[in-house]
Each structure stands twice: as C-alpha cells, then as structure tokens.
Antibody, heavy 113, light 105 residues
C-alpha cells in the first residue's frame, strides 16, 4: 500500500540543524510532489514547502527561505527536509505528505537547551 | 498570499447533531479546497478534496460545498468518532490551512 514512513524523534539545541527523512513506498516516487507541513504543540498546520522528486525543484514560502532545504534520493525513494538555525519556536511535529491524501506519521522535533 | 479564515474555532455539539464549518479564502481559489480531520497525536486525514469530492472510504455524512472564496463542510448525524479538529486547506500552487475548528461535546 502507499505509505510514507518518517524518521524518528529528534532533540536539538538552539542554533543547530535537523534533517528529517520521509521514505515512500507503494508508488512511483518521482510521480508525485512531496510537501512538508509542521504543527507546533497545540497549534494549527503550517505548510513549509514542496519538492518535485522527479527534477528536484523546490518551492518554499518566504518565512522559511534561507533556512530550509528539501532534497531527495530517488535511488531509495526518500525525501528529506533540513531546517537550520533552530529556535524554540521550531519545536513541532513535522509531517511529509504526498499530495493531500497520503501523510507520514510525523516526526517530533524538540528544540531545547 | 492566500489567507484562509475558518469559523468557528470551537463548536460544541452532541451525537446526532448536524454541524457546519465555514472557510473563506482571501482570493479566488476555484475549487482547490480540501477538508481534513485530525485527532490528537495523529496526522491529518483527508476527508474532502476539490471542495466537494469525498475521499475514498469517507462516510457520506460528510459533505463539502462551495467555490471561489466561500466553502462549507457539513457533518450530518454526528457520530462519537467525529469529535476532532477540522481544517480547511487551499492547494493552488502552494498550501495554506485554516486555523482549525475543534468539534467537542
């Protein structure tokens, strides 16, 4: 079945970077964009951008430009989201999604000194 | 940027009720509108896409309508499993979510 499986929880110090992975299975990885969405504790959903796994093109909202990098490795059907210069307000669950319908299980990133 | 304004933020209801959640886009998004249900600790679950198309396996008590800038999600005969938070989302060339509506008892 179609699924996205994300990497495990991370704890980072302020100023560090985090890289979350999202492994796709059950479909042709290069055929669908992968989006990243985050959700801070008790808050709503925030879109962080997308990557086109076929050509590697990306689209980031202004809020994250300069601090976010989305990449992919087509040989292992995996997308990555790296966020740098972390602050406490980056503490959130990070989700990858294939279109609207298929979501990963989420990865908790905690930023704490 | 397209802003999505969802109301109400909280909705108190009982089993068997019909509830209505509205979502307004700051500019025309045609029918590029989805509705999600989210429960604590879980990823959002797609209910409706293209404003009114039910996703596979979603019960028919859920329905969506609207186009342009005004959209509605209606849940008829509310079931215990429906108590959750609901989000609208525009998905034109990028995504924006509404603030969410918590449906509680």
């Amino acid at each position: 079945q179609v699924q996205l499986v994300q990497s495990g929880a991370e704890v980072k110090k302020p100023g560090a970077s985090v890289k979350v992975s999202c492994k796709a299975s059950g479909y042709t990885f290069t055929a669908y964009y992968i989006h990243w969405v985050r959700q801070a504790p008790g808050q709503g959903l925030e879109w962080m951008g997308w990557i086109n796994p076929n050509i590697g093109g990306t689209n980031y909202p202004p809020k994250f430009q300069g601090r976010i990098t989305m990449t992919r490795d087509t040989s292992i059907s995996t997308a990555y989201m790296e966020l740098s210069n972390l602050g406490s307000d980056d503490t959130a669950v990070y989700y990858c999604a294939r279109g609207n319908a298929v979501w990963g299980q989420g990865t908790l990133v905690t930023v704490s000194s | 940027d397209i802003q999505m304004t969802q109301s109400p933020s909280t909705l108190s209801a009982s089993v068997g009720d019909t509830v209505t959640i509205t979502c307004r886009a700051s500019q025309n998004i045609n029918s590029w509108l989805a509705w999600y249900q989210q429960k604590p600790g879980k990823a959002p679950k797609l209910l409706i896409h293209q404003a009114s198309s039910l996703d596979n396996g979603v019960p028919s008590r859920f329905s969506g309508s609207g186009s342009g800038t005004q959209f509605t999600l209606i849940i008829t005969s509310l079931q215990p499993d429906d108590f959750a938070t609901y989000y609208c989302q525009q998905y034109t060339s990028y995504w924006t979510f509404g603030q969410g509506t918590k449906v509680e008892i």
